[in-house]
């Protein structure tokens, strides 16, 4: 279908839909074959693509879950996103002191879901609410002194997360789904207002779909940069990750929020929309 600017001259097309996406590994198997003539696919780290989104320099965008808290107006338009129900491998929380004596955390600079879920852990299992410190996209666990450092994406898959000058690693996912019983959201596609439609939605469906259905070429070409062996990385992308959002995730994007407002980590909610229909 052409997409055109004016309704009576066909051979005027719209400009690109702005889709903006994550370079980690995690997301591979939701933009796989995703690009087209008509969408101009970018990528960014998670934090900088809400932003993008709320200043309306994108369209739609794979964006942290707890963004959508923030932004009323952002509407998720796809049951595809970036989950887990269970360890997640990607999302590692280091501690150099056990966790109930922890005063300091620094936190990857393009976190946001997984920043929270650290602080909402940290504070509904031990009780504390440490100092937050940021750390530096191309900084290392070497590079802060911060009690706990999280890491997410590629560089918490690396072997700098692991050795002897940690106490305690945590695996975020795990984590909350040990603790809640239920999987976690750490990402969803979502659009801001006038920018999704149904083509749009079907067709981010489709890329994932596309995606889980070649999980071992895309794990056969993203291995090696990634410092994994080829089976290591099939691994990850279809055991460690889940991409669809069902109902039990639905629970969890509530639990989630209610934890995250009363830590005032988000605001109270306003009705909005997921895939159509209202989360309340």
Same mark, same amino acid.
């Given at each position: 279908? @052409?997409r055109?600017a004016?309704?009576?001259?066909?051979?005027?097309?719209l400009p690109?839909?702005r +889709?903006? #996406?994550?370079?980690?590994l995690?997301?591979?198997?939701l933009?796989?074959?995703?690009a087209?003539?008509?969408?101009?696919l !970018?990528?960014d780290l *998670?934090s900088r693509? #809400?932003?993008?989104?709320?200043?309306?320099?994108?369209?739609?965008?794979?964006v942290?879950?707890?963004e +959508?808290?923030r932004h009323?107006?952002?509407? @998720?338009? !796809?049951?595809?996103?970036?989950?887990?129900?269970?360890?997640?491998?990607?999302v590692?929380l280091?501690?150099?002191?056990?966790?109930s004596?922890v005063r300091t955390?620094?936190?990857d600079?393009?976190?946001?879901t997984?920043?929270a879920l650290a602080?909402?852990?940290?504070?509904?299992?031990h009780?504390?609410? *440490?100092?937050i410190e940021?750390?530096?996209?191309?900084s290392?666990s070497?590079?802060t002194?911060?009690?706990?450092?999280l890491?997410i994406?590629?560089?918490a898959?690396?072997? $700098?997360?692991?050795?002897? #000058?940690?106490q305690? @690693?945590?695996?975020?996912g795990?984590?909350?789904?040990?603790? /809640?019983?239920?999987?976690f959201?750490?990402a +969803?596609w979502a659009?801001?207002?006038?920018?999704d439609?149904?083509?749009l939605?079907?067709r981010?469906e489709a890329?994932r779909?596309r995606?889980?259905?070649?999980?071992?070429a @895309?794990? $056969?070409?993203e291995a090696?940069?990634?410092?994994l /062996?080829t089976s290591?990385?099939?691994a990850?992308?279809?055991?460690?990750?889940?991409y669809d959002l069902g109902?039990r995730e639905?629970?969890? +994007?509530r639990l989630?929020?209610s934890?995250?407002?009363?830590?005032?980590?988000a605001?109270?909610p306003?009705?909005?929309?997921v895939c159509?229909?209202?989360l309340p």
């Open positions: 279908m @052409i055109s004016d309704p009576f001259d066909p051979a005027s097309p690109p839909i +889709v903006g #996406a994550v370079q980690y995690n997301t591979r198997p933009v796989f074959g995703l087209a003539a008509d969408l101009a !970018s990528f *998670p693509l #809400a932003d993008r989104l709320a200043a309306g320099r994108l369209d739609v965008a794979l942290p879950l707890i +959508v808290f009323p107006d952002f509407r @998720i338009v !796809s049951d595809a996103c970036i989950g887990c129900r269970g360890p997640v491998m990607s590692k280091l501690f150099r002191v056990s966790p004596k955390l620094a936190v600079e393009g976190s946001r997984s920043a602080r909402i852990l940290l504070r509904e299992m009780g504390i609410a *440490p100092r940021t750390l530096p996209i191309g290392g070497g590079d002194r911060a009690d706990a450092i890491l994406g590629d560089r898959l690396g072997p $700098a997360t692991g050795g002897g #000058a940690f305690l @690693i945590w695996d975020l795990d984590e909350w789904c040990r603790w /809640t019983g239920l999987p959201v750490f +969803v659009a801001r207002p006038g920018a439609s149904a083509e939605v079907t981010l890329a779909d995606g889980r259905a070649h999980l071992p @895309i794990a $056969a070409a090696a940069a990634h410092g /062996t290591q990385c099939l990850y992308l279809r055991d460690n990750l889940h109902a639905l629970e969890a +994007v989630f929020r934890h995250a407002v009363r830590l005032g980590l605001p109270r306003v009705e909005q929309a159509q229909s209202p």
